[in-house]
């Protein structure tokens, strides 16, 4: 049987596994789950749709799955998932979805900092850090591996690509290709995320490759259309190649410069 503190309000709907700790005074509403092994810390509040994975870790005071701060919300019934091994730290909300895409999420192993706010119909990767204060707008989406932080605003429906670094304190009201580096004000390329890179794996050739496509890029003076083509020209379209050139394919709010 679940450890529930006396203080704890549990609706008898919820599907709860049997190591599950709920701390004092947190409040678990109807057509949850959670999963074995997940701790829920004081005060924190676990509403109406959320979907908590194994071994997640939900701090005081957080608020997960909460409705949609959005007007065109209709009450229509939608989720927020958080996958295993995800940790949400001290005040942070997290809104399920709306009709759009009838869910948030947030993948395995991610660590999402304190006061740190996800959106409706945001879809957050695997391995992906949040640092205090970070606030998406709807509908974000971000690839794995991603870390930005302290205090960075995500414009709605902007992109971020997987392994992409942001720095602390900016503005993202452009979309993010992946495996860079962005930073400054306006939020701009500032290399490949050559550390983060190293650290996952990535071979030493797979990251010059990497480094030929962004100075085709940015470094070239030539415009996107025909940066693309002189990458598919001169470039080995590695699996990484490939991935930036979908990114560019799907951008909607144009790309950082």
Known sequence: MAEVHKTAVVDKNAEIASDVKIGPFAI???????????????????????RLGKNVKI???????TIPQDLKFGGEETIFEIGDNSEVREYSVLNRGTKD???????????????????????????VILANGVQLGGHVTIGDYVI???????????LIGQHAFIGGGFR??????????????????KGLNVVGLRRRGFSTETIRT??????????SKMNVSQAVEKINEE???TREVKSVLEFIEKSNRGMIR
């Open 148 to 158: 930005i932080g302290g205090l960075t605003a995500v414009h709605q429906f902007s």
């Open 28 to 50: 678990i509403e109807e057509n949850v789950v959670i999963q074995s092994g997940s701790s829920i810390g004081s005060g924190a509040l676990i509403a109406k749709g959320t």
């Open 210 to 219: 990497l480094q030929r496509c962004y100075r085709l890029l940015y470094r």
């Open 59 to 65: 701090h005081h005071g957080a608020v997960i799955g």
């Open 172 to 189: 993202v009201v452009q979309d993010v290709p992946p495996y860079v580096l962005a930073g400054g004000e306006p939020l701009s390329y």
């Open 101 to 127: 895409r009838e869910k948030s999420s947030i993948g395995k192993n991610c660590f999402l900092m304190a006061y740190s706010h996800v959106a409706h119909d945001c879809i957050v990767g695997d391995n």
């Open 235 to 237: 470039l080995e379209i």
